[in-house]
């Protein structure tokens, strides 16, 4: 008997939690964007019917571009965004709090997604969106191949040898990735150690850099800087990375965007600099 | 004496109107349409539409803070100017700006807004414009008289000490947190909290009122101290009261608002020029042309490149600034 009225109570939240997932999601029609990756998301769940507004930093996918926008990443348009009536407003960890706060103080729904600090948050964001957005299957999908992906890349380079790698985000002060980012994943699903992994924040001193002695340095493009910090890094003829002429410069859009996808077309990428 | 009654009451007047006429045209305009003619039926009947909330939930508070954050700094600019002499001083040198800063910095790497909630950062960084204002104050006061001119030359110190402690902070703080600090040294009048709007508001109006009462020792003291005392100013006082009320002016400013530069510093070198050194018109006209100053300032930056919104620092500084030397090469006039 006690197990029928667990059974009937399991079944109930099921279907009650069910109902409401639907409800909830049918609900939410119009979507406004805050950030570049999550633009980039809702494209791979095909729900950008429901986009209605996003930020002119959300250039990917090119169709995203002819969207309504609604200011930067970092400087929104809150007039812009109440006229668009949206149900949702995703917000990230560049939006200001301020602004979060008049959102809601209007009556907007407003979710922030902080930046993923590694792959498996990046993962679980995805996921959460799929759930938002009615889209939970597909999204589900998505992530298992990713991972599954990911996984034998990562079984591959295990038994490589390790290469040890600067990763240059920023220029004057010269600054890195430490384990508290994605990026840092990168690294190490490849096959390659980040100099900067303990560090306590993203600065980082060249006298660092030339006491640890990287293979690889990687420059995420930051435009004719880019090329320059090569030119500066070549003088220091004893660093590895220089003697075999290993000093490459990488896409920061595809570098920094932290999509399941992208992720693993970045890796991808990243096993063969590391390993060829 | 009568003529010059008119006059002011003229002035008084003309800043008055241009104090509205701007604030209607804030109020007109952004990126939602409003036709002229749907307003006054929204303002009866709109309530819960759309437009009724970008009207009076976003531009509204809006001109409500630059009204108060304007008038307040260009208030706390022409007390610092006249009580220094030195046309140069505005509310930031002396450091509070700094403090305020500092405070706010502290409160977001230990992240004390996430605990306390949004509102604490306005604390804090009055917390920290206090602190500044109670240094300089003990320093400068010698043998039961407070040095001027080692008040700003410590305020210029504090103000270099401040803001170094704000790098110091800078460079060793997480990614996230950089941004919180950044956007809030920016400046902006986006401001989320009613109460506070409204406190901020009645405390600038507070303090202009407050600083009628020092307007004959203001004349006074522009002609130097010891004229002032024998002109029968009670110098000490006078001089301790006008710095707490200019300094409580800016902290408040700076604490809500952020870093919103240049007003403080100009308004006063305008009204100066236009209608002349008495501090009685002077005080006042300076309230209004700089709450008028920061709203046009303000709905310039949010309506320029629209969907986008420039801080309101950006417009102050190009703006004001160029009109500034523009009326200087032209006119020759007297700082």
């Known amino acids: 008997m006690k197990r029928y009225i667990i059974l009937s109570i399991l079944s109930l939240i099921i279907l009650f939690g069910n109902f409401k997932f639907t409800l909830s999601s049918s609900f939410l029609q119009r979507i406004i964007s805050l950030g570049p990756y999550i633009t980039e998301e809702i494209y791979l769940l095909g729900a950008q019917d429901k986009l209605v507004g996003c930020t002119i930093y959300c250039q990917r996918p090119s169709e995203a571009q002819k969207k309504e926008k609604v200011g930067t990443v970092i400087q929104i348009n809150i007039e812009k965004i109440l006229t668009l009536k949206p149900d949702l407003v995703i917000a990230t960890s560049l939006t200001q709090k301020k602004d979060i706060e008049k959102l809601k103080n209007l009556g907007i729904r407003v979710i922030k997604f902080s930046s993923p600090k590694n792959f498996f948050e990046i993962c679980s964001q995805f996921l959460e969106l799929g759930k938002i957005l009615g889209k939970y299957g597909l999204a589900k999908k998505i992530v298992q191949e990713v991972k599954d992906k990911v996984l034998e890349i990562k079984r591959k380079t295990k038994n490589l040898a390790k290469v040890k790698v600067f990763v240059e985000v920023g220029t004057n002060p010269l600054f890195t990735i430490t384990k508290d980012s994605f990026l840092n994943d990168f690294i190490e699903f490849s096959g390659g150690i980040n100099i900067a992994k303990d560090a306590k924040t993203g600065i980082y001193s060249r006298e660092a850099v030339l006491k640890e002695n990287p293979d690889v340095i990687i420059i995420?493009?930051?435009?004719?800087?880019?090329?320059?910090?090569?030119?500066?890094?070549?003088k220091y003829k004893n660093l590895e990375a220089v003697k075999n002429n290993r000093i490459y410069i990488m896409d920061a859009y595809k570098l920094c965007s932290p999509t399941p996808v992208s992720f693993l077309e970045t890796l991808e990428e990243l096993v063969k600099i590391l390993h060829k | 004496m009568r003529s010059k009654i008119i006059r002011w009451i003229i002035w008084v007047g003309i800043l008055v109107g241009f104090l509205l006429i701007i604030s209607i045209f804030s109020l007109f305009v952004g990126s939602t349409y409003i036709p002229f003619k749907k307003i006054i039926s929204l303002i009866f009947t709109g309530k819960g539409s759309i437009e009724y909330s970008v009207l009076f939930d976003i531009r509204l508070p809006r001109i409500l803070l630059g009204f108060a954050i304007g008038g307040a700094l260009s208030l706390a600019g022409v007390i610092l100017q006249g009580l220094f002499r030195n046309s140069l001083v505005e509310p930031y040198t002396l450091g509070i700006s700094g403090g305020a800063a500092l405070g706010v910095c502290l409160n977001i790497i230990l992240q004390l807004d996430r605990n306390l909630g949004i509102l604490s950062l306005p604390v804090c960084g009055f917390l920290g414009a206090v602190l500044i204002i109670l240094i300089l104050y003990s320093l400068s006061i010698k043998k039961g008289i407070l040095k001027i001119q080692e008040l700003l030359l410590m305020g210029v110190m504090l103000s270099f000490i401040s803001s170094s402690l704000i790098m110091l902070i800078m460079s060793i703080s997480r990614t996230e947190d950089l941004h919180g600090i950044v956007f809030w040294i920016m400046g902006s009048l986006e401001e989320p909290n009613w109460s506070l709007i409204k406190a901020i508001v009645s405390i600038s109006l507070l303090g202009l009122v407050f600083s009628y009462l020092f307007c004959h020792a203001l004349n006074a003291l522009?002609?130097?101290?010891?004229?002032?005392?024998?002109?029968?100013?009670?110098?000490?006082?006078?001089?301790?009261?006008?710095f707490i009320l200019a300094s409580l002016l800016t902290g408040f400013s700076v604490s809500i608002a952020g870093i919103i530069g240049f007003v403080g510093l100009a308004v006063p070198h305008f009204m100066r020029n236009l209608v002349g050194q008495d501090h009685r018109i002077l005080l006042i006209s300076s309230f209004l042309s700089g709450a008028g100053f920061l709203i046009l300032c303000d709905t310039l930056a949010r309506t320029i490149i629209l969907p986008l919104e420039l801080p309101v620092g950006v417009i102050t500084g190009i703006l004001g600034g160029s009109i500034f030397i523009y009326i200087i090469s032209k006119k020759q006039i007297k700082l």
């Open chain 1, 220 to 234: 995420a493009t930051m435009g004719i800087i880019a090329d320059k910090e090569k030119i500066i890094w070549g």
């Open chain 2, 222 to 242: 522009s002609l130097g101290e010891e004229e002032a005392l024998h002109l029968g100013i009670n110098v000490e006082i006078t001089k301790r009261l006008l």
